[in-house]
């Protein structure tokens, strides 16, 4: 019985201890090929390392969220989405050759002016930004779409003290909702 209870106890404690929703990943980073970050927005309004702007991510319930209670929402309050930022030495040793932000996106109007945003500071200054526009992929409205979206940093020599941030922009100022975020690094 004391056996038992102490397998009980060891299977409580460590599933306490794991955090779902924001996953990293990991695997020996002399082969590793891709660093693969998800989040389906339920734990934002925990202090979660490499996310901002918390305050956009909303329980839902008109549309319902793409999975779980949260999504992101962007509108003409919160035009930037929740944002992840990192230093790219963080990620893990070496610098990305690509970076692939994907996930799912609702929006309320017909090809919105909406795009996801890749920024590479260096020093605390905007050393480079790429836009990927999704306006012809959001045509229809009222429903949860998948989009992908790519950057390639092969034209940048990129450092590892420089940082990533990758977000969404919607300068529609109508109401765009985000969800099950995917950031694949790739080596």
Partial sequence: MKILLLFILTGIMLSACSKPGIKTQTADLDEQKEVVITNDMENAKGVVPGW????????????????????????????????????????RSGVPKMATFSGWVYTTVPTPNFAII????????????????????????????????AFYFDDLPLKPDM????????QSKKPVYIDDIKITFSY
Wanted: proline fraction near 2%.
């Fill in 52 to 91: 901002l702007n918390e305050n956009t991510v909303i329980a839902t319930k008109e549309p319902f969220a793409h999975s779980g209670e949260y999504a992101c929402l962007t509108d003409d309050s919160n035009q930037y989405s929740y944002y992840y930022k990192e230093i790219v030495k963080n990620i």
């Fill in 118 to 149: 890749c920024n590479i500071n260096d020093n605390a200054k905007l050393y480079d930004w790429k836009a990927y526009p999704l306006d012809k992929e959001l045509t229809k409205t009222g429903k949860w779409i998948a989009f992908s979206s």
């Fill in 163 to 170: 940082e990533i941030g990758i977000f969404a922009w919607n």
